[in-house]
């Protein structure tokens, strides 16, 4: 029963949430996902246009016509739902098509869909391995990932972000298990920076250790040909479990999977909870993929786009004075340090014009809060330089052009 | 009936057991208990589950909980060191929460 001193405590925890600053509040868009988009917020306030950098659309393939008329042609064809979870009555033919499609996109051996790439990590590891197993994860991988090992029986170990020595000497430690699987997200998402996929694939070779990686900030365009973060690193074919969103640049819908190993991925189709109990992907989701893999198949002009406005767009924040994460991929983030400052300074961006979302702890580590900008292939020239002058503007006004962290910390505080 | 029984253990002058080691103590003399019979609630489990064809083995051994805030974590080890080793494990893996 709710009764009243249970409604009470949760309302206690919902204030903490808000006193601590931490309250999440949804912006109402009131268009298509795009480069610039209509914005309702606060509530009632009216609808304005921004530019958006804070989206995962890292090809501009969300609201594309193209992709729109095969999803609506897919649920012309397929129907709206399948009312079923795959294995009973949910697979369709255009399932096992796209499943065989990112299998040959991805390099790999097979490829099993999932409703998200959340549900595939949830799954994953406890279809494959055992207590006489061991996870050894990069300690930044996405929450995703924490859930999935959570789940599973194998114990559970981590290595220091991105540090090979760290991980050969957890690699040594458990030359005893049965199995060792190493576990790292391919772009890490507040940072925006590129796992050592090249390493790590040495490391698990040597010490007999299988790799798993989620690419979700990366499938679509990380690599000569958009692939991933293995094709970046020169390691395609050598990555024994990949998952994967539909859910960023491959369309931004839903959907997710993992690909790899054949044998691993016929394990999660046989014992994954989250693909043995969900619903099967909607047919216009997978309608739409398709569409997004012809696209991105036969041509790497988006992600080309991406890769030049993120250097154009890295650059004129570093000439402006700003002070940047180092990295290659499109999540750029600005570091701001002081959380009330990243509040502030995002703020004043949507005032300009600018939708961004500041990152304070504890979604990143205390004392490290940032605004985290996001490119897209959408993004046009004049979007990005409306963006610089904003972000100049802004700058100024918080006199934080040109200063590095000890500066702004003195300024503004831990 | 049951019995309350007493040990006297004379502790030379000045000696004081931390309490980590009166618990491990209390711990040790309460699975002695538990070897010779104690409760029998067990038993019931114990069979049900053993004709549904798990094989059971019981041991004896350390557990580690951590609480900071509203956080909780929990590990279960043999030994002492394996137990903090799997609590620092499962600490580092949530040390940042990350987002989408």
């Known amino acids: ?414 | 009936m049951d019995t309350t029984r007493v040990i006297e253990v004379p502790l030379p002058e000045g000696m004081k057991p931390a309490p980590e080691e009166l618990e491990s103590l209390g711990t040790l003399l309460r699975a002695v208990v538990e070897l010779h019979g104690g409760g029998h609630a067990w038993e019931k489990v114990a069979r049900r589950l053993e004709e549904e064809g798990w094989t059971l083995h019981t041991r004896v051994g350390w557990i580690v909980e951590a609480r900071r805030g509203r956080d909780f974590e929990q590990a279960a080890a043999l030994s002492r060191d394996e137990a903090f080793h799997e609590l620092q494990s499962l600490v580092q893996l949530d040390v940042v929460p990350s987002s989408p």
Not at chain 1, 53 to 60: A, H, I
């Open chain 1, 1 to 414: 029963m709710f009764s009243a001193g249970v409604r009470e405590r949760y309302q206690q925890d919902l204030r903490g949430i808000e006193e601590a600053g931490l309250l999440k509040r949804e912006r109402l868009i009131r268009s298509p996902q795009g480069a610039d988009i209509c914005v309702e917020f606060p509530p009632g306030a009216p609808v304005k246009r921004v530019i958006n950098l804070c989206s995962n659309n890292y090809l501009g393939l969300s609201s594309h016509p193209e992709v729109v008329a095969a999803a609506r042609e897919g649920l012309d064809a397929r129907g709206y739902g399948m009312s079923s979870v795959r294995f009973i009555c949910g697979t369709q033919d255009i399932h096992r098509q796209l499943e065989e499609r990112l299998t040959g996109f991805l390099g790999t051996e097979d490829t099993l869909l999932f409703p998200s790439c959340m549900d595939a990590n949830a799954g994953v590891f406890e279809a494959i391995l055992g207590e006489a197993d061991v996870m050894i994860a990069d300690r930044l991988v996405h929450a995703s990932i924490v859930d999935g090992m959570r789940l599973c029986r194998a114990q559970q170990d981590t290595f220091k972000h991105s540090d090979m020595g760290h991980l050969e000497e957890k690699l040594q430690e458990h030359q005893d298990k049965r199995a060792r699987m190493v576990i790292t997200d391919g772009v890490f998402s507040m940072d925006g920076d590129l796992a050592k996929l090249d390493e790590i694939v040495a490391l698990a070779e040597r010490y007999d250790a299988m790799v798993f990686v989620d690419d979700s900030h990366a499938t679509g365009f990380i690599g000569r040909t958009g692939r991933g973060t293995h094709e970046h690193r020169g390691v395609v074919g050598r990555i024994d479990v990949i998952t994967t969103t539909l859910g960023k640049a491959l369309g931004g819908a839903s959907g997710g999977c993992v690909s790899g190993r054949l044998e691993l991925v016929e394990m999660c189709r046989q014992r994954a909870r989250p693909y043995l109990f969900s619903n099967t992907v909607p047919p216009v989701i997978v309608a739409g993929a398709l569409k997004v893999l012809d696209l991105i198949g036969t041509s790497t002009e988006r992600r080309d786009k991406l890769e030049e406005s993120t250097r154009y767009w890295r650059s004129g924040l570093l000439e402006l004075g700003f002070d940047l994460k180092e990295g290659e991929s499109p999540i750029v983030p600005v570091m701001l340090y002081n959380a009330k400052l990243a509040q502030d300074v995002a703020r004043d961006l949507f005032a300009e014009g600018i939708y961004v979302v500041g990152f304070f702890f504890p979604v990143v580590a205390k004392g490290l809060a940032r605004i985290r900008t996001q490119l897209s292939a959408a993004h046009e020239r004049h979007h990005l330089d409306a963006g610089l002058e904003a972000f100049a503007r802004v700058g100024v006004k918080h006199g934080i052009l040109g200063k590095g962290r000890k500066e702004i910390v003195e300024a503004y505080g831990a």
